[in-house]
């Protein structure tokens, strides 16, 4: 229903696992029964949640029926302070999901519950001085970015054909459970919770970007200093040097939607307090190492070593995954900032109504 191409490979995993992919019982005494019922009624929740997965609220699976269209143009900045669609391979970006705002969350009121909180701190405004202040610290980032930075910001990218940037703390999770032994009831719960904390923080997020419609970094800074000289980072196997502002470029790909705030600073933090209060500890223990020239931006050429990135706690990995989207230079600090504040009043939400299911205290129908 959600992933119809990937039907054959979902097929597979369950015959290597023993069971039938066929199986669709319908039968409660049963346990694929009661699964195939479960599974259906969440599925026909969801048809009608706000996505337009089924495409009836606009032709196209999940295509936009909000009516969104840009302030600015590729071409044209019209307004310093709006999003500004960029030019890739000749082809204007077109907003992702811009409906997502409004998708039905599991326990937030709404996807605006925390919109006024998250515009009191951003995003800056031009012409006010935090506006430059934020593009400059951007810039430093740029300038001053070597190997570990820059595996920082390709290693919590989670682009295409990854397991996405909500995705990678499921497989955290996945580790936790295995590392402490965990029954199937265990990671029942620890799913649920963690999946609805990323789904509502998801929500959040895009609802704060739809309101604000923020500048992202790399059009500031064009904005900005236009034909100045800048110090940064120049292109792939380029390094740091002196360019003109209208040159400059993010070390990562931009992505096509507004900057404030950032989503993998909310889902990080908002999975780290969920996985925190399931566990008991804030304790995590993992790491990742980075072959010499396995970069994608710069391949054959960095990291020049081996480069080893490490995280005692859930906190570490969290804080990691937000500044890196800074040293990618494609947000500013605001964005990461209050997007970890937001992720922690999410999952404290989610973690509150998902316990009174566990506990069987809740009081909704």
């Not at 019209?78 to 998708?103: E, H, I, M, R, S």
């Not at 499921?170 to 609805?196: C, W, Y």
């Not at 889902?267 to 969920?274: G, L």
């Not at 396995?294 to 859930?314: D, I, K, N």
Request: aromatic fraction near 10%.
């Amino acid at each position: 229903d959600l992933f119809p191409t990937q039907t054959a490979v979902f097929g597979a995993l369950m015959s290597s696992l023993g069971y039938d992919p066929s199986d669709i019982s319908a039968d409660t005494s049963s346990p694929s029964g009661i699964g195939n019922i479960c599974a259906q009624a969440l599925l026909n929740y969801r048809h009608t949640d706000g996505s337009n997965q089924l495409g009836d609220l606009h032709p196209g699976a999940y295509s936009d029926y909000t009516g969104y269209v840009p302030v600015n143009t590729a071409d044209t900045l019209n307004d310093p302070n709006k999003w500004q669609p960029l030019l890739v391979n000749g082809v204007p970006q077109t907003w992702l999901l811009p409906q997502w705002g409004l998708v039905k969350p599991f326990a937030l009121t709404s996807g605006s519950q925390f919109r006024d909180f998250i515009l009191a701190y951003g995003p800056a405004q031009y012409p006010h001085g935090s506006y430059r202040k934020q593009a400059i610290e951007v810039l430093h980032l740029s300038a001053r970015l070597n190997d570990t930075a820059k595996v920082i910001a390709e290693y919590w990218a989670d682009g295409l054909g990854s397991g996405t940037p909500p995705g990678h703390w499921n497989i955290f999770a996945q580790e936790i459970s295995r590392r402490d032994g965990h029954t199937i009831d265990d990671d029942v719960k620890m799913f649920f919770i963690l999946g609805n904390a990323l789904m509502d923080a998801s929500i959040a997020v895009w609802d704060c970007k739809r309101a604000a419609d923020s500048i992202r970094p790399v059009s500031a800074i064009r904005f900005l200093f236009g034909s100045k000289p800048i110090r940064a980072w120049a292109g792939p196997g380029m390094g740091t040097k002196l360019i003109d502002g209208e040159e400059f470029k993010s070390y990562i790909a931009t992505p096509p939607f507004a900057s404030y705030i950032s989503g993998h600073s909310t889902f990080s933090a908002s999975a780290a307090e969920v996985l925190q209060r399931f566990t008991g500890s804030d304790n995590l223990g993992t790491s990742f190492t980075a072959l010499p020239g396995s970069s994608t931006v710069e391949p054959g050429v960095t990291p020049a070593q081996f480069v080893t990135l490490s995280w005692a706690t859930f906190t570490e990995a969290a804080d990691q995954a937000g500044i890196s989207r800074r040293y990618g230079g494609i947000h500013f600090k605001a964005d990461d900032l209050v997007g970890r504040q937001t992720g922690r009043l999410v999952a404290d939400v989610v973690w509150t109504k998902a316990m009174s299911y566990i506990n069987g205290t809740s009081q909704q129908k």
